[in-house]
Antibody, heavy 128, light 109 residues
Framework: QLQLQESGPGLVKPSETLSLICSVS??????????WDWLRQTPGKGLDWLGS???????DFHPSVKSRITISADTSKNLFSLKLRSVTAADTAMYFC????????????????????WGQGTLVTVSS | SSELTQESAVSVALGQTVSITCQGD??????ASWFLHKPGQAPITVIY???KRPSGIPDRFSGSNSGNTASLTIMGAQAEDEADYYC????????????FGGGTKVTVL
């Protein structure tokens, strides 16, 4: 059974870099056809997708964080990581890592983004 | 538009049926996925694609698609179905990104 676990500092100072790791067990991060994602939920609000790293090595990011974000993988350790630079209090959130794949395309529509595994989430507070 | 719009909150009596919707132009081109999220827990996908349920998801959950709208229906809602529900799909405007709805709080009375 694939499991994902987030880890990293729970407190980051404003203007510094938020760094989180998602450790993957029970399966390989190199498996083809999958996207490895970072999402967050800010207090009292909904989930926001931050970005994805595809098994091919390509990355996609939400426009709101595109200038500040890096998502990369360490295949030797079977993990992927998030770096978010120049953080502010607005980056205070519960951060989740997840895996998804695009499935179920028909002649009517393109495939759905199926999130099949999630981490439990880790709370990061940005404060001095 | 590159947004997905959901109702902010709905309520349903125990054992009754409730439907929530997700609207957006990208849903004309791509299927949605739906997942539920309870406080302190990892989200769980309940429906993806053309009404597909992951293993372990009860058959009281179903999905449908029409035009720019995706719908999630819970037939015979149970207390454990109380959660925030989100829809997501790929953006069809040419940008390589995923769209998420703002979430619907489902309360089971």
């Amino acid at each position: 059974q694939l499991q994902l676990q987030e880890s990293g500092p729970g407190l980051v100072k404003p203007s510094e870099t938020l760094s989180l790791i998602c450790s993957v067990s029970g399966g390989s991060i190199s498996s083809s056809g999958y996207y490895w994602d970072w999402l967050r939920q800010t207090p009292g609000k909904g989930l926001d997708w931050l970005g994805s790293l595809h098994s091919s090595g390509s990355t996609d990011f939400h426009p709101s964080v595109k200038s500040r974000i890096t998502i990369s993988a360490d295949t030797s350790k079977n993990l992927f990581s998030l770096k978010l630079r120049s953080v502010t209090a607005a980056d205070t959130a519960m951060y989740f890592c997840a895996r998804h794949t695009s499935v179920g395309a028909t002649t009517e529509r393109g495939g759905a983004e199926y999130f099949d595994h999630w981490g439990q989430g880790t709370l990061v507070t940005v404060s001095s | 538009s590159s947004e997905l719009t959901q109702e902010s909150a709905v309520s349903v009596a125990l054992g009754q049926t409730v439907s929530i919707t997700c609207q957006g132009d990208s849903l004309r081109s791509f299927y949605a996925s739906w997942f539920l999220h309870k406080p302190g827990q990892a989200p769980i996908t309940v429906i993806y694609g053309k009404n597909k349920r992951p293993s372990g998801i009860p058959d009281r959950f179903s999905g449908s698609n029409s035009g720019n709208t995706a719908s999630l229906t819970i037939m015979g809602a149970q207390a454990e179905d109380e959660a925030d529900y989100y829809c997501t799909c790929r953006d069809s405007s040419g940008r390589r990104l995923l769209l998420f709805g703002g979430g619907t709080k489902v309360t089971v009375l």
